[in-house]
């Protein structure tokens, strides 16, 4: 089925310092999104994506935060500077045509913030 | 916004029996329910969704209820088999809102 790739599966840093977790969503899908997972439980919505735009963010999405697709290319999360409790595993989505429709995941980015 | 409880964190069953996960909740304009499964060290896959027109859905073993006066949703399970053990996920959002999701059920199937 459709696949959606990130890069990196692991990323570790040290607080303070900047990281950007890459997505590449599925080809012709419009809408993306960001979800935060702590303990490998509670799959916390972040972010979605729309048209250049954020559409619609959490309470979880801090100032640091941010969320780019510069030309169609990678869907990307940058935070900065990162905060200990920014240490979960990140997963991207996307959706085809509507947040009210099947949401493909991919494997995960687990940041650890020393 | 949208909050969604999932009742169950951790459920074990033996082969062949049935598996409920119930869901519930808070914002009436809620029309879109979706379930997915993850196993370890995946990212979410979709099992099945249901929609507020209806109130019933079956995709082969699973079946869906929504209750949209109790604001509650179900996922059954029915002749359970060992590859069912996962985390399941219930969401809830609209044609506006992105799914908000549960907090998760452990589905252990016993051989």
């Known amino acids: 089925g459709p696949k959606v790739l990130q890069i990196p599966s692991h990323q570790i840093i040290d607080m303070g310092q900047m990281v950007t977790l890459n997505c590449d969503p599925v080809?012709?899908?419009?809408?993306f999104y960001w979800y935060k997972q702590i303990l490998g439980q509670q799959m916390e919505f972040l972010v979605n994506?729309?048209?250049?735009?954020?559409?619609?963010k959490s309470k979880l999405f801090k100032d640091q935060f941010s969320v780019e697709r510069p030309d169609g290319s990678y869907f990307t999360l940058k935070i900065q500077p990162t905060a200990l409790e920014d240490s979960a595993v990140y997963f991207c989505?996307?959706?085809?045509?509507?947040?009210?429709?099947?949401?493909?995941f991919g494997s995960g980015t687990r940041l650890t913030v020393l | 916004g949208e909050k969604v409880e999932q009742h169950e964190s951790t459920l074990s069953v033996r082969e062949g029996d049935s598996a409920v996960i119930n869901c519930t909740y808070t914002?009436?304009?809620?029309?879109?329910f979706p379930w997915y499964k993850q196993e370890a060290g995946k990212g979410l896959h979709f099992v099945i969704d249901?929609?507020?027109?209806?109130d019933r859905k079956q995709s082969q073993r699973l079946i869906v209820l929504l209750d949209k006066k109790a604001k509650r949703f179900s996922l059954h399970i029915t002749a359970t088999q060992p590859e069912d053990s996962a985390i399941y996920f219930c969401?809830?959002?609209?044609?506006?809102?992105?799914?908000?999701f549960g907090a998760g059920t452990k589905l252990t199937v016993k051989p």
């Open positions: 989505a996307s959706s085809g045509t509507g947040v009210a429709e099947t949401l493909y």
């Open positions: 080809s012709n899908h419009l809408y």
């Open positions: 994506f729309y048209n250049g735009k954020v559409m619609e």
């Open positions: 914002d009436t304009a809620s029309s879109y």
């Open positions: 249901i929609r507020s027109n209806v």
């Open positions: 969401a809830a959002s609209n044609n506006n809102n992105a799914p908000r």
